[in-house]
């Protein structure tokens, strides 16, 4: 007889940025028990699933206590003898419980924590790695044969609301694509940001870090940003667009105007329309070897979501993170205006791990790219990395190549790569957004 939920803890725990999170833990009836952790954002979309935080000012107003008090007042009460392998029946128990539409009741936080808790708990009973108890459940318990390892978007330079410094775009990224297996991936992007800090060194710069652990200088441009990172590769002794790639996360939202209708580039001292940000995008891409750009427009400039896509979408991957997270009414708003051609993934913007499973369906049924993501404020769980694993997402977003926050998801995709031994595959081209409208990706891995 299968075992069945008989208690639910909870307790907060500080995340990267010092400020107290969720961790749940969950207890089977024979003794088994998991925990899982949820991260934080800074930049947030307006839509976002809420993150519930105590009205008191203890924690700088950030305390967690009414979410912990609704997982054991509410949550546990309601979910306890059910079974932990019927994750979708949990995850919606939760969701009527709440009965928001944006989970501002119980609280975001609160229910991502169990339904992480959940799939941990489900994973160990059955002695199984996390990513291949996700990829069952998805597969209906087929077997892995091969898998896909995710190209990793690795965020080496921070400005916007990651950091406190002069520069707009909020992260420049390098994606080490040119490589047949992710531990040289990973190597190669450690290597590069090493070389990058020798080069702002050099050039007396500063050296501190951001929010997600890129270098946070105060620099003269924009550009000046891609061109140190440029320099860096090479000076790494490894080759820009052959062998990495260069992504941005502009976090747009962050940059607008309402009012006058504008992004402001302090850097640069501009104040741009919609259509010269995207002028301004297409002279990048000509440049320099911008792969994608995630964030490029304001979460409600809708019709110029779509002009930006029309313009690059065939060259570059045009993500969607503020504009549809994780949310599949709004994904399908944006595949129906054709204003994306790839989606950023982040759990705690729905606030379950079903819910998240449709998006990346409806995603992948789509042919968009899809890309599992952190947030800034991190803890040291790695359900991602797992995740982008069993999804066969094909690219992750989890920071750069220090702090345990961020080194923790790399590290755990260093070790699901070592189990998988020959069954493990890196991703390639066919997993962007952009390019061949032939891409196989990954539309018969997930089934409707």
Request: hydrophobic share 35%.
């Amino acid at each position: 007889m299968f075992p069945t939920i008989n208690n639910i803890f909870a307790q907060h725990i500080l995340d990267s940025r010092g400020n107290p999170t969720v961790e749940a833990t969950l207890e089977l009836s024979d003794g088994t028990h998991a925990s899982a952790s949820v991260p934080s954002g800074a930049s947030t979309g307006d839509r976002e699933a809420v993150e519930l935080r105590d009205k008191s000012k203890a924690w700088n107003k950030k305390g967690v206590s009414d979410a912990i008090n609704n997982i054991h007042q509410h949550i546990a009460p309601s979910l306890k003898g059910m079974s932990p392998f019927n994750i979708a029946l949990i995850d919606q128990t939760m969701i009527e419980l709440d009965n928001t539409h944006n989970k501002s009741k119980l609280g975001a936080n609160a229910i991502l924590a169990v339904s992480l808790a959940n799939i941990h708990i489900g994973a160990k009973y059955n002695k199984q790695q996390l990513f291949e108890y996700i990829y069952e459940y998805i597969n209906d318990s087929e077997r892995i044969s091969k898998i896909i390892m995710p190209i990793p978007m690795m965020n080496i330079l921070n400005g916007g609301s990651h950091a406190d410094n002069n520069v707009d775009i909020q992260e420049f990224m390098i994606m080490p694509t040119g490589f047949s297996c992710y531990s040289d991936a990973l190597k190669a992007g450690a290597e590069i940001f090493h070389s990058l800090k020798n080069i702002l060194k050099s050039n007396n710069y500063s050296t501190t870090i951001g929010d997600e652990g890129g270098f946070a200088p105060s620099l003269k441009s924009n550009e000046e940003a891609i061109e140190l990172i440029l320099e860096a590769i090479v000076k790494a002794n490894y080759k820009p667009k052959k062998q990495i790639l260069l992504a941005l996360d502009v976090a747009a939202s962050e940059l607008y105007d309402s009012v006058n209708q504008t992004y402001k580039l302090t850097s640069e001292n501009k104040k741009l329309s919609s259509t010269e940000l995207i002028e301004y995008y297409e002279t990048l891409c000509k440049q320099y070897p911008i792969i994608s750009i995630e964030d490029g427009l304001d979460q409600n400039d809708w019709k110029h979501w779509k002009i930006l896509n029309k313009l690059l979408g065939d060259k570059v991957q045009i993500v969607g993170d503020d504009l549809t997270v994780t949310n599949t009414k709004l994904l399908n708003k944006a595949i129906n205006n054709d204003s994306i051609n790839a989606i950023l993934i982040k759990l705690n913007q729905i606030g379950t791990f079903t819910e998240t499973l449709n998006a990346i369906r409806l995603a992948q049924k789509n042919n968009l790219g899809v890309i599992i993501s952190h947030r800034s404020g991190e803890t040291e769980d790695t359900t991602i990395a797992d995740l982008a694993v069993a999804t066969q997402a094909g690219q992750i977003k989890t920071g750069s190549l220090c702090r345990t926050d961020r080194t923790a998801k790399y590290n755990q995709l260093l070790r699901i790569e070592n189990y998988l031994q020959n069954k493990a595959n890196y991703a390639d081209e066919r997993y962007f957004g952009c390019g061949k409208k032939e891409k196989k990706h990954l539309k018969n891995i997930i089934k409707n």
